[in-house]
């Protein structure tokens, strides 16, 4: 399940950027990061931090992150 669910996140991740119209670059450099970690999220080859993860979603993608738990 925990394979299922990263996979998830870096297909989120790369489907609204694409909404969004940005390159990895772009949303790399808003971000402070750099293309090669987004990439690397993207295809879920590299974990990330939370609060790394909040910064892209909110300063690269211009976005809010929500997080639920369910039972």
Do not use: C, P, W
């Not at 402070?32 to 909110?58: A, H, M, P, W």
């Amino acid at each position: 399940m925990i394979g299922y669910e990263a996979f998830k996140l870096g297909v989120l991740l790369q489907e609204a950027r694409q909404k969004k119209g940005l390159t990895q670059e772009q949303v790399a450099e808003l971000s402070g990061t750099n293309k090669s970690y987004i990439s690397k999220l993207e295809k879920d080859l590299k974990d990330v931090r939370f609060s790394t993860l909040q910064r892209i979603i909110k300063d690269g993608l211009g976005g809010h992150l929500e997080i639920s738990i369910r039972f």
